[in-house]
């Protein structure tokens, strides 16, 4: 449980809670966004300075795609935050679904995972910072006419502002970025651990052959509360939205080569690609879930034929009805492993047709 307090740390905190835990993750939280905000100086800084020295281009080569990834991260950091407050469609998923059975095993798994990678990926940073810091190949270094466009000093301030804002900051960008990853994997869990528990009680109201009436009451209002929870984290998905198209323009932004190296383009895409696929996957297991496992259960011979004293032949037509509309819904259609795979299969060949691209240019 604390791999899953110290990931989320900031989203789970009110102002108006008064336990000590929580009110240091608020204040965990308000810092992060001070550095965000540090975070969006460093980069106008950094831009206004080259734009200054009419080096437009390499301005925006910079920090153009880092001042939208910047203003991106705070806007998901936001909306998830709203996630987690006292009103939010998370918290309220958690108080309804999540009682004495629900086991945490797999999600604390991927929440201490997230916390590694998290620390790989900054380490990985503060090494690329080093790096073009002392091989004098950051912008810093331009030269015109053969003199150098900016001072010691600016090279100075520059790489100060990268190693303690920009580290703070991208700390930051990353836990919101896993979190909102644990967050859908949280969801989708839930949403499991709803329906199992619905095929429980659906086949344990079978076995009890109690009143028609009675029977049909009941399985009607078990049906409609999974059902209700279901369309409420849909009509909730604003920010998984906003996750996707986000992390999506970026993919393509890298795919469009507009200056940078192109393995870091390469690399970029391949990050945003598989954060988006580890999101879809997440959403994909609940419609997969139902069909792949649920069904087959509820759809034996006993079912069939116990069922036939409630609603006659059409147990087989009904789940099948519900394996159509219940899971999580994106572009008109439920969330599919197969549609998964093909967005992968996608991603796969542009990322092969860019490759070509830039080698027959080269």
């Known amino acids: 449980?604390?791999?899953?307090?110290?990931?989320?740390?900031?989203?789970?905190?009110?102002?108006?809670?008064?336990?000590?835990?929580?009110?240091r993750?608020?204040?965990?939280?308000?810092?992060?966004?001070?550095?965000?905000?540090?975070?969006?100086?460093?980069?106008?800084w950094g831009f206004s300075t080259l734009a200054g020295a009419g080096q437009i281009q390499l301005a925006l080569q910079e920090y153009g795609g880092l001042l939208v990834?910047?203003?991106f991260s705070g806007i998901l950091g936001v909306l998830l935050r709203q996630q987690y407050g006292p009103s939010g469609g998370v918290v309220k998923l958690l108080n309804e679904v999540a009682l004495a059975d629900f086991s945490w095993a797999s999600l604390d798994l991927w929440a201490s995972r997230c916390l590694v990678m998290s620390a790989s990926l900054l380490a990985l940073v503060v090494c690329a910072a080093t790096s073009i810091h002392f091989s004098s190949t950051s912008w810093t270094h331009i030269e015109r006419d053969g003199q150098?466009?900016?001072?010691?000093?600016?090279?100075?301030?520059?790489?100060?502002?990268?190693?303690?804002?920009g580290l703070s900051s991208v700390a930051h960008c990353f836990n919101f970025l896993f979190a909102s990853t644990w967050t859908m994997y949280l969801v989708a869990s839930l949403h499991r651990h709803d329906i199992r528990k619905y095929m429980q009680q659906f086949?344990?109201?079978?076995?009890k052959r109690g009143e028609v009436s009675l029977t049909i009451r009941h399985l009607h209002r078990l049906e409609h509360t999974v059902g209700?929870?279901?369309?409420?984290?849909?009509?909730?998905?604003?920010?998984?939205?906003?996750?996707l198209l986000g992390?999506?323009?970026?993919?393509?932004?890298?795919l469009s080569g507009l200056g940078a190296p192109a393995w870091f383009d390469f690399a970029m895409f391949s990050i945003c690609v598989s954060f988006m696929f580890a999101a879809l996957a997440s959403l994909a297991c609940v419609a997969d879930?139902?069909?792949?496992?649920?069904?087959?259960?509820?759809?034996?011979?006993?079912?069939?034929?116990?069922?036939?004293?409630?609603?006659g032949q059409q147990l087989g037509a009904h789940l099948n009805m519900l394996a159509q509309t219940w899971g999580f819904r994106l572009g008109g259609g439920i969330i599919s492993t197969r549609g998964v795979a093909n967005f992968s299969l996608g991603a796969l060949i542009a990322l092969m047709m860019s490759i070509l691209k830039r080698t027959f240019e080269v």
Do not use: K
């Open 1 to 23: 449980a604390s791999f899953r307090f110290l990931l989320l740390s900031g989203l789970l905190a009110t102002d108006a809670d008064a336990r000590p835990s929580v009110r």
């Open 25 to 44: 993750l608020h204040w965990t939280y308000n810092m992060w966004c001070g550095s965000l905000s540090g975070m969006w100086i460093y980069y106008v």
């Open 69 to 71: 990834m910047a203003a």
């Open 148 to 165: 150098r466009v900016f001072s010691d000093v600016i090279e100075t301030v520059r790489f100060v502002a990268s190693v303690s804002v």
């Open 203 to 207: 086949l344990a109201l079978l076995e």
């Open 228 to 243: 209700h929870r279901l369309r409420r984290s849909n009509s909730n998905m604003g920010w998984i939205r906003a996750f």
């Open 247 to 254: 992390y999506g323009g970026m993919a393509l932004f890298a």
């Open 289 to 311: 879930y139902l069909e792949l496992d649920v069904i087959p259960s509820m759809h034996t011979p006993f079912a069939m034929q116990a069922s036939q004293l409630y609603m």
